[in-house]
């Protein structure tokens, strides 16, 4: 995020009002997918200059009376899409009776769809946030494709492939943490609670000589209380869901023959005596039940640089954290964070990325050296 960015966000920070009016403005006109009806017997230069509407229940629910068919794409206009690709898109419409035909390489998830399967997502999701959750309703309809294959497969974050396509995962977009992984030329690096590993793939990417991926086994351990389990909302993350991602970026990657990636099953209570030059912990610091530990552990395995992210409160005049009444995790202030990781050895913090909006929960990031 660039500093104009920081310096508006903490200005509207002071005004919540404004800063909510104009977060849904944004999100009602920028954000979301796009929708344009067409019928089949239209040319594909016709279709891709129609007007294009923002997915939701109204729009969607006055264009279908006319519409079986839709374009869609989270990108406005399509008017420099390709006629070829759209024409290899209709034919799986026409020709297999297909549902649902997408182009797998393709940044903004561009693809035809039938009012039978938004009649369905509707149901069951918020129309605006289609194809979000895409993995669990496939294999309800018939679906073809043209390049990657990405959607049979189950995953944590949205970020582009090698082949250009863009992965739709249960938490979003992902690219700005991949940002904090610098040039890991000669380097060893380590993912803790890596998901299907996009870091990983990164890090090889930027030259890293070695690179491994952590998960615990959800379906016999969890983070935080023996009773507590993933909310519903959220993707189950079954080893074996995880493994096929993995098999499918390391073939995205053109990685499998690379014997410098890895992947394996520990929690961070539990940790090898392995040390690698640069570890990487995003988003797993505020479910654990024994934080403190884990920045020990942290410090034991990493031989130069640690990064680590955590949902976080703002700073107050002390050390502050708090523990949600909601689902028990602590968050702590990025001040709180930095003295904890000095005084489990690291000998320079710098926090990257702060909280400033006060009462809210949000992203913290911190830098640390030994």
Known sequence: MNNKKILLKKALSYFPYVDQILRKIFNKYFNGSFIIPFNLNQSPEKILQSKSYKLNKYNYEKLKKNNNFFLISSQRSKIKYSKKNLNLLISFIKNQKADIAYDGNDFFHTEIVSS???DYYSKNYLIDNYPYKFFYIRKK?????IGSEHRSFNFNGSFKLPSGGKTIGDQGEITSRLNFIPDLSGKTFLDIGSEEGYAVFNAINKGAKFAKGLNIEEEKEYDFFPDYKRPAALTSRERNQINLSQKFLTKEYGLEKNDNIKFDYKNIYQLSEEKFDFVFCFGVLYHLKNPYLALENLYKI???TLILETQGIKNNNYLNAKID???GFIRHSSNSLAFLLEKVGFR???VLV???????IMSIVLK???
């Open 141 to 145: 309809f018939n679906v073809k494709n």
């Open 348 to 350: 320079k913090v710098e």
């Open 325 to 327: 009444e909601n689902d």
């Open 116 to 118: 039978k399967v938004l």
């Open 302 to 304: 990493t031989n130069e």
């Open 368 to 370: 640390a050296k030994k």
């Open 354 to 360: 702060d909280a400033y909006r006060p009462s809210i």
